[in-house]
């Protein structure tokens, strides 16, 4: 019963970590490509401002700069 209980408690911090991880990669992921939405903005290339700020999107979809620009 108490191995029941151990393996139980690692398995739950093993998914915890890991879904934090993917997370935070996930915001990094969203914040690049809004940098590219805007600097293709300040290029004058809406086209692909927008494709990059619909892949941001993705990543985190509550992000108010991505929404913003």
Known sequence: MNLTKFLLIVM??????????????????????????????QQGDPTSALRELMEAQKFNPKDANVHYA
């Open 12 to 41: 739950t911090a093993i998914l915890l970590f890991w879904g934090c991880s993917t997370s935070e990669q996930n915001r990094q992921k969203a914040v690049l490509h809004t940098r590219l939405g805007h600097q293709y903005l």
